[in-house]
T-cell receptor, first 119, second 111 residues
């Protein structure tokens, strides 16, 4: 139980385009989803926290107009990187926590991540 | 703010035991997670400690002392596949249960 999927697993795009990444909880209802970014050999950096049906809470220094987060249902959250630039190239990972299904309450279960390369 | 301290790297031999220490200073502490992250992959959940004491789960055990702001992850009977980074992550209750990650400890298991 407690499986989280992400799509796509990797994406290459041109500078200036927008990229949407989906995060789904497959066997539990995710009341909260988190989005992280990780640069090579660095630690995970939390970008934002989203609760189903409400606006995301962004960490300091993360531009909410550039990284659009939507958490429309208890099983799906999306991150859209708008007008992507080469410096946005990174490993984007979502996690989800919930209280049903095979999930332990309050535990964050991570998706497999999405590698973004902006040319 | 949050401050997490764990060793950067550790090397051990296959079949041995390794203990990864983690000290933290954080406000609104709720519990502490340990995750394993292989290179190029996302973290996977290992353990969660809320109360003081030792939690054992197969070859992995995790210990917490809330008063000392200290935790450790114990890996027994090391296998080559245990070569990975191990992330200590305190959870902050007041901030929607968000986690703070340190740099992690890279464990290299040698034959």
């Amino acid at each position: 139980g407690a499986v989280v999927s992400q799509h796509p697993s990797w994406v290459i795009c041109k500078s200036g385009t927008s990229v949407k990444i989906e995060c789904r909880s497959l066997d539990f209802q995710a009341t909260t989803m988190f989005w992280y970014r990780q640069f090579p050999k660095q630690s995970l950096m939390l970008m934002a926290t989203s609760n189903e049906g409400s606006k995301a809470t962004y960490e300091q220094g993360v531009e909410k107009d550039k990284f659009l987060i939507n958490h429309a249902s208890l099983t799906l959250s999306t991150l859209t990187v708008t007008s992507a630039h080469p410096e946005d190239s990174s490993f984007y990972i979502c996690s989800a926590s919930g209280t049903s299904g095979g999930a332990y309450q309050e535990t964050q279960y991570f998706g497999p991540g999405t590698r973004l390369l902006v040319l | 703010g949050q401050n997490i301290d764990q060793p950067t790297e550790m090397t051990a031999t296959e079949g041995a035991i390794v203990q990864i220490n983690c000290t933290y200073q954080t406000s609104g502490f709720n519990g502490l997670f340990w995750y394993q992250q292989h290179a190029g992959e996302a973290p996977t959940f290992l353990s969660y400690n809320v109360l003081d004491g030792l939690e054992e789960k197969g070859r992995f055990s995790s210990f917490l002392s809330r008063s000392k702001g200290y935790s450790y992850l114990l890996l027994k009977e090391l296998q080559m596949k245990d070569s990975a980074s191990y992330l200590c992550a305190p959870q902050i209750k007041a901030a929607g249960n968000k986690l703070t990650f340190g740099g992690g400890t890279r464990v290299l298991v040698k034959p």
